[in-house]
């Protein structure tokens, strides 16, 4: 069965640092790019970071762009999120999905279930 499981959400003070996990089960995982998405209350999901399948390529939204950076371990079949300098903005569920192929733009056909990250003073 196909399933994401993310950890390691909580509650940060502004600047300060998280790093996200995603497990995977359930499919080849190094055929697949995978992507983080985001959803803030009252917001639309949105794309973070994705990254391809062998890991060489990576992107990532604009409004992350030096602070967050996407990793993968196709051995342990895990991807990661670390956050570096997070901003209230940066508050919202945060969703690993897999990608149709790579790029941020990508048609997604499996989420997890999602971590909340809250970043608050």
């Known amino acids: 069965q196909l399933q994401f499981v993310e950890s390691g959400g909580g509650l940060v003070q502004p600047g300060g640092s998280l790093r996200l996990s995603c497990s995977a089960s359930g499919f080849q995982f190094n055929y697949y790019a995978i992507a983080w998405f985001r959803q803030a209350p009252g917001k639309e999901r949105e794309g973070v970071a994705c990254i391809s399948n062998g890991g060489g390529g990576t992107n990532y939204a604009d409004s992350v762009k030096g602070r967050f950076t996407i990793s993968r371990d196709n051995a342990k079949k895990m991807v990661y999120l670390q956050m570096n300098n997070l901003k209230p903005e940066d508050t919202g569920v945060y969703y690993c999905?897999?990608?149709?192929?790579?790029?941020?733009?990508?048609?997604?056909?499996?989420w997890g279930k999602g971590t909340l990250v809250t970043v608050s003073s």
């Open positions: 999905a897999r990608g149709r192929w790579y790029g941020l733009d990508a048609p997604m056909d499996y």
